[in-house]
């Protein structure tokens, strides 16, 4: 399994997969932002929701001015690539950006995801809408991102496959940030929403 970690791997690498690094620590950023919005007046989940709210957010925001539709297939929150094939999920993460261990989620993976990941790694239904067999069968990667204080770790990551509701496996891992690689975010001051004109595309939920 390659694990690409420096910059002239991971730079060139994201570009065949149509993103960017400075947009992707973007996200990270906005979803230890969000964390940090969280008191000790909220929900003891307050901190982990806030981030994925405002990561999956800010996901959008950078990306599909870029050519990426939003994407909920599945219940699945995503952006989707039909030139690329591809599906990028935001997910927070107990373990991230190591070397040596594999990224772990928070939370636990259902089904959705599992048939996410599964699918993504071939074709099917030759009769089906062009576009609905692109967005189905895309390949699926992770953003993991481990925040704890100052502590800011993050890595995009293929998936080979879900078991006992966890991530198995990796067919690919991109290092971000490693520890001590973070410099601090702060917390986000307004929503910086798309200006009213602009359209933002959403595929069809399955």
Same mark, same amino acid.
């Given at each position: 399994m390659?694990?690409l970690?420096?910059?002239?791997?991971?730079?060139?690498?994201?570009?065949?997969?149509?993103?960017?690094?400075?947009?992707?620590?973007?996200?990270?950023?906005a979803?230890v932002?969000?964390?940090?919005?969280?008191?000790?007046?909220?929900?003891l989940?307050?901190?982990?929701?806030?981030?994925?709210i405002?990561?999956?957010?800010?996901?959008?925001?950078?990306?599909?001015?870029?050519?990426w539709?939003?994407?909920?297939?599945d219940?699945?929150?995503?952006?989707?690539?039909?030139?690329?094939?591809?599906?990028?999920?935001?997910?927070?993460?107990?373990?991230?950006?190591?070397?040596?261990?594999d990224?772990?989620?928070?939370?636990?993976?259902?089904?959705?995801? %599992?048939?996410?990941?599964? @699918?993504?790694? +071939?074709?099917?239904?030759?009769? *089906?809408? &062009?576009?609905?067999?692109?967005? =189905?069968? %895309?390949?699926?990667?992770? @953003?993991?991102? +481990?925040?704890?204080?100052?502590? *800011?770790? &993050?890595?995009?990551s293929?998936? =080979?496959?879900?078991?006992?509701?966890?991530?198995d496996?990796?067919?690919?891992?991109?290092?971000?940030?490693?520890?001590g690689?973070?410099?601090?975010?702060?917390p986000?001051?307004?929503?910086?929403?798309?200006?009213?004109?602009?359209?933002?595309?959403?595929?069809?939920?399955?």
């Amino acid at each position: 399994m390659p694990v690409l970690a420096e910059d002239h791997q991971i730079v060139p690498r994201l570009a065949q997969l149509g993103l960017r690094r400075d947009l992707l620590l973007e996200v990270v950023e906005a979803a230890v932002g969000g964390r940090r919005n969280a008191t000790a007046f909220h929900p003891l989940s307050a901190g982990g929701l806030l981030s994925w709210i405002q990561g999956t957010a800010q996901l959008r925001r950078v990306f599909l001015p870029h050519g990426w539709e939003a994407c909920r297939r599945d219940n699945i929150e995503s952006i989707f690539n039909p030139e690329a094939g591809i599906k990028v999920v935001f997910q927070n993460a107990e373990r991230a950006g190591d070397r040596l261990a594999d990224p772990l989620a928070t939370s636990r993976k259902g089904a959705g995801s %599992a048939r996410a990941v599964e @699918l993504g790694q +071939y074709e099917l239904w030759p009769e *089906v809408k &062009a576009q609905e067999v692109a967005e =189905i069968t %895309a390949t699926t990667w992770v @953003l993991f991102v +481990y925040a704890h204080g100052d502590d *800011v770790r &993050a890595e995009l990551s293929c998936p =080979i496959a879900i078991n006992e509701e966890q991530f198995d496996g990796f067919h690919e891992r991109i290092l971000l940030i490693e520890k001590g690689g973070w410099g601090g975010a702060a917390p986000l001051i307004d929503d910086n929403e798309p200006p009213a004109e602009y359209e933002v595309p959403v595929t069809r939920k399955g």
